[in-house]
């Protein structure tokens, strides 16, 4: 899950790195938020009922543990978290209105409690993160087939429209960061989407975790919740194994202005 953040220090690229002040947010950031917002009550409301219960407590925790598993990007101080591998498995099996609210606000706790953002960014990153999963969920929903319910896709495992939620997703979240670090860091949305996710490396890491969340997904329609303790070991690899890269690279560019410096 990437979530823009200007909260942090210019260089503060791995997860746990300085945090610096907030600007105070612009009228476009504000604007962006009350809109991103607004749509993503309108859509809670015509979700459906949420069914308190067992799963969607299970699949809350699951989003906030995913959460912990953060790291800073270089631009705008943007995070990416290995949440949408829960978030994805949750929408792919919970119905719209619990998957929805498990996902907000697991957002809300992770952001707050691991990330220390200040309040506008957590309200804006819950709403995207809640915009993503009901834009995966519809396109899930209009390319089933007749009478089939999504969690009999997954034991069926129905390619299409499982593949077509997994880009809905994506779109939306990366779309969505790249439209919130543009504002603040006065750039255009293709400039500010190209640099956090040109390399390939951030989709790449957003794809593994959603093909985890699929694969999560199926496991708990066959054997059950317990089967989702098989995907935490791939996310901390994965989450390790980019947060070393980022402060490599980070170090990098360090040596290279100090030594055009010299």
Not at 125 to 134: E, G, K, R
Not at 207 to 216: K, P, R
């Amino acid at each position: 899950m990437t979530r823009p953040d200007r909260r942090a220090r210019a260089g503060a690229a791995d997860a746990g790195g300085a945090r610096g002040t907030s600007a105070r947010p612009g009228r476009r950031e504000l604007a962006l938020v009350a809109v991103t917002v607004a749509i993503a009550l309108g859509v809670l409301a015509l979700a459906g009922p949420v069914t308190p219960g067992l799963p969607l407590a299970f699949w809350f925790v699951a989003c906030v543990l995913g959460e912990r598993l953060w790291v800073r990007l270089p631009l705008g101080g943007a995070t990416l978290s290995m949440a949408a591998c829960f978030n994805f498995a949750a929408t792919l099996l919970l119905p719209p209105g619990d998957a929805l609210l498990a996902v907000a606000l697991s957002t809300v706790v992770g952001e707050r409690w691991f990330m220390r953002k200040p309040a506008l960014r957590v309200i804006f990153n819950a709403s995207q993160s809640l915009l993503s999963c009901a834009a995966a969920g519809a396109a899930l929903r209009a390319l089933l087939p007749a009478r089939l319910a999504p969690a009999e896709a997954l034991t069926t495992f129905e390619m299409l429209p499982v593949l077509a939620a997994a880009l809905a997703y994506a779109a939306v979240n990366t779309g969505s960061v790249a439209a919130a670090v543009a504002i603040s860091e006065r750039v255009t949305p293709w400039s500010a989407w190209r640099r956090l996710f040109g390399s390939g490396l951030n989709l790449s890491v957003e794809g593994a975790s959603l093909s985890l969340g699929v694969l999560v997904a199926v496991h708990v329609a066959h054997a059950g919740l317990a089967a989702t303790a098989f995907a935490l070991c791939p996310l901390v690899v994965a989450h390790q194994a980019y947060r070393m890269h980022l402060a490599r690279a980070s170090g990098e560019r360090t040596e290279e202005e100090s030594a055009r410096a010299a």
